[in-house]
């Protein structure tokens, strides 16, 4: 007895057609698109119930003032003056604190003798330090760049210890193993396995080196953007007090990227949270 099969036929109602893949926006985007719906907002409410420029002036006013003070050359001298006081006094603190990580994580002596001394200074308010200073070192800017050194220190420290400690042990025995030295040790393995660490500390302590500068020139200081703060105070120009505090955010956003895309290039192994982009 034969069965008749009756043959299925293939749905015709799939969609073969390739599927649109969806467009990548930066998260930078959203951060902007914010920024400029705060601005909007700040205009209004500032027109809306007429507050006075010298409690808090319009976005229109700083606008003009940022203007002002780049054609006058105010806000390019001044700018100029702390970013040299930030780079140098940031650059000596990596320099320093690298040095003691290393010999920190290489010798233990030096761990028990040094490392309290250095947990002992960052209990001391830097703020509280910056008028010695500037007894001891004047209101030039050799000042400025010990205070921005100081303050920029003890996070790239920290952060460079927990690097050179994060390599595996069994890697450090396995390489002692084969006869590698401590130089050799350091430098196939241990550095490579710092390298995320420090970037990490150098992304917080470019930020505070901005932050020690404008607080050692609010100490004692003729020139630089923190001492151009404290004359627009004086004379009650609140607009240019922030027309200089956007050049501050924007000197330290500049610098926080450069050291972000440094790191993506030396230290391109390891994913950042800023590799990821939205999605829409």
Same mark, same amino acid.
């Given at each position: 007895?034969?069965?008749?099969?009756v043959?299925?036929?293939a749905?015709?109602?799939?969609?073969?057609?390739?599927?649109?893949r969806?467009?990548?926006?930066?998260?930078?985007?959203?951060?902007?698109?914010?920024?400029l719906?705060?601005?909007?907002?700040?205009q209004?409410v500032?027109?809306l119930?007429?507050?006075s420029n010298?409690?808090?002036?319009?976005p229109?006013?700083?606008?003009?003032?940022?203007?002002?003070?780049f054609q006058?050359?105010?806000?390019?001298?001044?700018?100029?003056v702390? !970013?040299?006081? %930030?780079?140098? #006094?940031?650059g000596? &603190? *990596?320099?320093?604190?690298?040095?003691a990580a /290393?010999?920190?994580?290489?010798?233990?002596?030096?761990e028990?003798?040094?490392f309290?001394?250095l947990?002992l200074?960052q209990?001391i308010?830097?703020v509280a330090?910056?008028?010695l200073?500037?007894?001891?070192?004047?209101?030039?800017?050799?000042?400025?760049?010990?205070?921005?050194?100081?303050?920029?220190?003890?996070?790239?420290?920290i952060?460079?210890?927990?690097?050179?400690?994060?390599?595996?042990?069994?890697q450090?025995?396995?390489?002692r193993?084969?006869?590698?030295?401590?130089?050799?040790?350091m430098?196939?393995?241990q550095?490579?396995?710092? !390298?995320?660490h %420090?970037?990490? #500390?150098?992304?917080? &302590? *470019?930020?505070?080196s901005?932050?020690?500068? /404008?607080?050692?020139?609010?100490?004692?200081?003729?020139?630089g953007l923190?001492?151009?703060?404290?004359a627009?105070?004086?004379t009650l120009?609140?607009?240019?007090?922030?027309a200089?505090?956007?050049?501050?955010?924007?000197?330290?956003?500049?610098?926080?990227?450069?050291?972000?895309q440094?790191?993506?290039?030396?230290v391109?192994?390891?994913a950042?949270p800023?590799?990821?982009?939205g999605?829409?």
């Amino acid at each position: 007895m034969s069965t008749n099969t009756v043959p299925v036929e293939a749905p015709t109602s799939l969609d073969t057609r390739p599927r649109r893949r969806r467009r990548r926006v930066p998260e930078i985007t959203y951060s902007v698109l914010v920024f400029l719906g705060l601005l909007v907002v700040w205009q209004v409410v500032v027109k809306l119930f007429d507050v006075s420029n010298i409690l808090v002036p319009a976005p229109t006013a700083v606008g003009g003032s940022l203007v002002d003070g780049f054609q006058d050359g105010s806000l390019v001298t001044h700018s100029i003056v702390t !970013l040299k006081e %930030i780079l140098i #006094g940031f650059g000596i &603190a *990596v320099g320093s604190a690298l040095l003691a990580a /290393v010999l920190i994580t290489q010798f233990r002596a030096v761990e028990r003798v040094l490392f309290p001394l250095l947990i002992l200074t960052q209990t001391i308010p830097k703020v509280a330090m910056a008028p010695l200073l500037i007894i001891w070192f004047g209101i030039g800017i050799s000042s400025k760049v010990l205070t921005v050194a100081l303050i920029a220190f003890f996070p790239l420290l920290i952060n460079a210890i927990l690097g050179f400690r994060s390599a595996a042990h069994e890697q450090v025995e396995m390489l002692r193993s084969f006869g590698a030295s401590r130089m050799q040790v350091m430098r196939h393995l241990q550095i490579p396995s710092a !390298l995320p660490h %420090i970037f990490a #500390g150098l992304e917080v &302590a *470019v930020i505070l080196s901005v932050t020690g500068a /404008v607080v050692a020139e609010f100490v004692g200081s003729s020139e630089g953007l923190g001492y151009l703060i404290q004359a627009s105070n004086f004379t009650l120009d609140v607009a240019r007090t922030f027309a200089v505090i956007v050049v501050l955010s924007a000197v330290g956003i500049v610098l926080h990227a450069v050291v972000v895309q440094l790191g993506k290039w030396l230290v391109f192994w390891t994913a950042t949270p800023t590799d990821t982009a939205g999605e829409v």
